[in-house]
């Protein structure tokens, strides 16, 4: 039997679960943080635009940088979850032992295109130097390129993790597409 939402006298009745904020990850605090200031800098960009008509240069292109470091940042926490997009139709029209390989090799390519992302930054980066600087704010776009090069270097160490995880289970969510990363 379920339980009623809606008594018989016509009253509500919900509880609210527990709330468990442990298993969340350094990378996902970061991106929280980043995504406040987020807000209240385009919230300073409506104040003082639509309030005092005399719009704030600045904050259009801090609110563009800031928004790139919640999504690379954040992207690491879907690489911890597992669960960016993925096509497992042909996982399961495929021998078991060939899913595995297919599996584990997809596992190294993450890996590898995670390390490149790294590995380019950081040339990237010691190219340009301190020299290029915002176009409004008077600050080096390396500050921009770290905070993505964070984002890929959390990706690479998440992304590690995970292929440990599918080794030692067995299989990964490719070949089940049921389970998750919390099935341990």
């Known amino acids: 039997?379920?339980?009623?939402?809606?008594?018989?006298?016509?009253?509500f009745h919900t509880e609210d679960e527990a709330v468990d904020l442990s298993a969340t990850t350094a990378e996902g605090w970061l991106a929280l943080a980043f995504f406040w200031v987020l807000g209240a800098t385009v919230l300073y960009q409506f104040i003082t635009r639509y309030v005092f008509n005399d719009s704030a240069a600045w904050t259009e292109e801090i609110a563009r940088y800031e928004l790139i470091a919640v999504v690379f940042i954040g992207a690491a926490i879907g690489v911890a979850k597992n669960n960016h997009i993925q096509v497992d139709f042909f996982y399961r029209h495929m021998p078991a032992k060939m899913?595995?390989?297919?599996?584990?090799?997809?596992?190294?390519?993450?890996?590898?295109?995670?390390?490149?992302a790294v590995f380019m930054t950081i040339q990237m980066m010691e190219k340009i130097g301190n020299q290029t600087r915002m176009t409004i704010v008077d600050?080096?776009?390396?500050?921009?390129?770290?905070?993505?090069?964070?984002g890929f270097a959390a990706m690479?160490?998440?992304?590690l993790q995970v292929a440990l995880i599918h080794y030692r289970r067995g299989y990964s969510v490719l070949e089940r597409p049921e389970s998750t990363m919390e099935d341990r």
């Open 1 to 11: 039997m379920t339980e009623k939402i809606i008594s018989d006298d016509g009253s």
């Open 99 to 116: 899913g595995r390989v297919m599996s584990t090799v997809t596992d190294v390519l993450r890996i590898g295109f995670y390390g490149a």
């Open 139 to 150: 600050l080096p776009m390396n500050i921009v390129y770290g905070l993505c090069l964070l």
């Open 156 to 159: 690479l160490v998440r992304s």
